[in-house]
């Protein structure tokens, strides 16, 4: 089936902090309710960056290799910041670490800055979702897709150097607090 209609009405955007999204997240959902049935749309509607810790079925190869390869980095960055912490961090027996996601966590765990390091992988699952989306630009899991992206711009333009830094010393002074 293709989604022609609807993937023709979305308009191109940038992860560009300064620049302002074309579209909201609302009169996306208002546009796909028009051209996907309940099932495809509950699926669009349940779309998150936090993928579930375990894995579920979904109807939908793109979403389910884009939330193992988010899965997987989660759990890798949990790993590596639990080392440098001397804290214990489970890990499911059967992840695979690949060398680009442990590539990718090491990286981001050596910035400095708690912000340049979420940048760097916003940026970084940006690209994962744009290598992972099918070439058909006009089928459900490139919707699937868009929707993705669209969450993350939002969620980068929520950023802000201030407000972050004041999160992160909290949440530092309560992880010093618990291994005191």
Request: proline fraction near 4%; glycine fraction near 2%; charge should be neutral.
């Amino acid at each position: 089936m293709s989604f022609y209609y609807l993937m023709s009405q979305l308009p191109y955007f940038s992860l560009s902090q300064s620049s302002p999204l074309p579209i909201t997240e609302s009169y996306f959902l208002e546009l796909a309710e028009r051209n996907l049935n309940e099932a495809q749309l509950k699926t669009l509607k349940n779309i998150s960056l936090v993928p579930e810790k375990k894995p579920r079925e979904i109807d939908s190869s793109f979403l389910t290799a884009y939330y193992a390869w988010e899965r997987e980095l989660r759990f890798v960055l949990g790993q590596i910041r639990g080392q440098r912490l001397k804290k214990d961090f489970s890990v499911p027996n059967n992840l695979s670490q690949s060398f680009e996601i442990l590539s990718i966590a090491r990286t981001a765990t050596g910035f400095e800055s708690p912000l340049e390091a979420e940048q760097f992988l916003n940026e970084q699952r940006f690209l994962a979702i744009k290598k992972l989306q099918p070439m058909d630009y006009f089928s459900l899991d490139s919707v699937y897709a868009y929707a993705l992206q669209l969450k993350l711009a939002l969620r980068i333009k929520q950023f802000n150097e201030e407000s972050g830094l004041a999160e992160y010393r909290s949440m530092y002074d309560t992880i010093l607090g618990e291994s005191k």
